[in-house]
Nanobody, 125 residues
Framework: QVQPVESGGGLVQAGDSLRLSCAASGPTFSTRIMAWFRQAPGKERELVASISRTGIAISYADSVKGRFTISRDNAKNTVYLQMNTLKPEDTAVYYC??????????????????WGQGTQVTVSS
């Protein structure tokens, strides 16, 4: 089992950048697909970005393509979300999630079985 722990959230202005980090404990990090989700008040949870075990395959929500970049460092058991050109509509709680060992990217929320507590990102206009 892995336990993701997010960090890096905060209050920024529109157009600013922010980098979120997610440290996941446990020896099986490199065998798991990872993802960032977000949920804004009154809205459904959204899969923002996901990354394969090796980092070769990556997927983004249309709403963040060209602005956000997901990456991972398996040596550090960490996944990152670089967020550029932030917009007020990016305001949400961002969650890091891990899939089961050996999983592949399918774009399904149900593929992710371990979740962090979330970090708040607030973008002011």
């Amino acid at each position: 089992q892995v336990q993701p722990v997010e960090s890096g959230g905060g209050l920024v202005q529109a157009g600013d950048s922010l980098r979120l980090s997610c440290a996941a404990s446990g020896p099986t990090f490199s065998t798991r697909i990872m993802a960032w989700f977000r949920q804004a008040p009154g809205k459904e949870r959204e899969l923002v970005a996901s990354i394969s075990r090796t980092g070769i395959a990556i997927s983004y929500a249309d709403s963040v393509k060209g602005r956000f970049t997901i990456s991972r460092d398996n040596a550090k058991n960490t996944v990152y979300l670089q967020m550029n050109t932030l917009k007020p509509e990016d305001t949400a709680v961002y969650y890091c999630a891990a899939g089961a060992p050996g999983g592949i990217l399918r774009g399904l929320d149900s593929d992710f079985t371990s979740w962090g507590q979330g970090t708040q990102v607030t973008v002011s206009s």
